[in-house]
């Protein structure tokens, strides 16, 4: 079985690999303190093979990085993660659903892995939440994976029956105040189309995240700031540069700042003012030009999903943590690309940790009924 670590995002203009960039090994995830917060953990449920089982509630995440940061908040926060462990390709008690996938069909990649997703389901705070770990993405067949994203979504509301379904995940930064591993919370998202931006449709429901858990005491202790270091991100400069043949110092790739993470993590719910996220089925990069700064992030799956929910009234939401901030706009759009996947590549693994923590918490107030 291959390790389904498909990126967010794929540069098709990069004119170098970065992949092997990075800076070796890091800190592990902590365990979850979830009593800092009054909160129980998450109670792993059988989970039948074959068949998906209905749940309150469906979590959605995609890459490797993102489905072990998944794994750590949700089924196994009593111990530590290594670093390491972003690259696991099956976890215990997570079942393959290929029903329905075909040979060069949804789910397929290199006429191979043709499957929908992992499933796992779980109780917080009392009520059931389906994990998914989706094999399904926009960027499919060159940028035409819309149908398969849309019968994937189909097939969850179909068979699980959630009154919710949240989205978590990595994505590139728009925002220029958003430091790499903000989380921002959304319950809008906008489906680039092509044409111009007045065209685009969006996707929206009156969905908003209740903040009992998010705002206790002692939440902001259980986050875990992105790890970089002065010395690291030089190193990362230093490799891409001899990597790709290019002279750029830190400053150029990092002009503001925003790769160093903050403490603790920003977590800013967006959904009052109506933030959308955008969607792209290609690479598209936010800048300092802040061509894309009335988007909360930029990512390549949530808007499709969200037009097959908002007919259905299916509440809906996105948590999404922001792996590669704004990049340099008078750098080429290769360099942005190239550096935005290092960075994602790097640091994604605790990015998306914070993003998972900023879910559980919102799916622990949906429980218990706590007020907001």
Known sequence: MSNPTKPRRLDAAAQCSVSAVGIGDGPALPPVDYAAVGQQAPVLLDTPAGAL???DAVVITWAGAEWAALQ???????????????KTSAWPGWQQLVAG?????????????CYWGYYRLVQVAGRSVLLWKSNVHLDESGGTGQPCLEQMMGMLLDQVQPRLVLSLGTAGGSRLADA????????AA???????????????????????VLGASGFDGLLFPTPTTLAD??????????????????ADLDPGGLDSGQTPPAVNDLTPA?????????????????QYDAYAVIEMDDAVLWSVCQPRNVAFGSVRNVSDPVQNADLPAETQGNWGEILYNTYGFYTSYNGALAAWAILCAEGTGAAS
């Open 190 to 212: 906008t489906l680039d189309v092509g044409g111009q931006p007045s065209t685009w449709p969006t996707y929206a429901n009156g969905w908003q995240p209740n903040h009992a």
């Open 72 to 86: 750590q908040v949700f089924c196994g926060g009593t111990q530590s993660m290594p670093y390491a462990q972003r």
């Open 274 to 290: 109506g933030t959308p996220l955008l969607t792209t089925n290609s690479f598209v990069t936010g800048t300092t030009s802040g």
């Open 53 to 55: 089982p209905q749940a």
């Open 101 to 113: 996938a075909s040979e060069g069909g949804c789910g397929c990649y290199g006429g191979k892995d």
């Open 180 to 187: 790499i591993g903000t989380v921002n919370i959304v319950n």
């Open 233 to 250: 991100l030089e190193s990362l400069a230093q490799q891409f540069n001899e990597t790709c043949g290019t002279t750029f110092s830190l």
